[in-house]
Nanobody, 124 residues
Framework: QVQLQESGPGLVKPSQTLSLTCTVS??????????WNWIRQPPGKGLEWLGA???????YYSPPLKSRTSVSRDTSKNQFTLQLSSVTPEDTAVYYC????????????????WGQGTQVTVSS
């Protein structure tokens, strides 16, 4: 059973870079998981996919956010990270990491593994 846990600061100031880490435990053997996604849900809005990294290390980004987003991984620590630069209050959301067979996750589907989510508020 794959388990994911997001961590990072809950408050970020405007213009700064938001950095979150997802720690993976339990192992993906026996599953079809091969993409590690970052998704967010702003207050009162739906899920928004931000980016992902594949099992082989290829990265994928949402076009509107590509210039501000970076996804990376540290396989030695079983972690993958999200960096979102030049944040504004519109980046306030609950951020989730998701292990999936898919890139561009925008809905919860069988076979996906979700972290519990972490609230990030952008405010001065």
């Amino acid at each position: 059973q794959v388990q994911l846990q997001e961590s990072g600061p809950g408050l970020v100031k405007p213009s700064q870079t938001l950095s979150l880490t997802c720690t993976v435990s339990g192992g993906s053997r026996g599953t079809s998981v091969n993409y590690w996604n970052w998704i967010r849900q702003p207050p009162g809005k739906g899920l928004e996919w931000l980016g992902a990294i594949s099992y082989s290390g290829t990265t994928y980004y949402s076009p509107p956010l590509k210039s501000r987003t970076s996804v990376s991984r540290d396989t030695s620590k079983n972690q993958f990270t999200l960096q979102l630069s030049s944040v504004t209050p519109e980046d306030t959301a609950v951020y989730y990491c998701v292990a999936s067979t898919r890139v561009g996750v925008r809905t919860r589907e069988p076979g996906d593994y979700w972290g519990q989510g972490t609230q990030v508020t952008v405010s001065s």
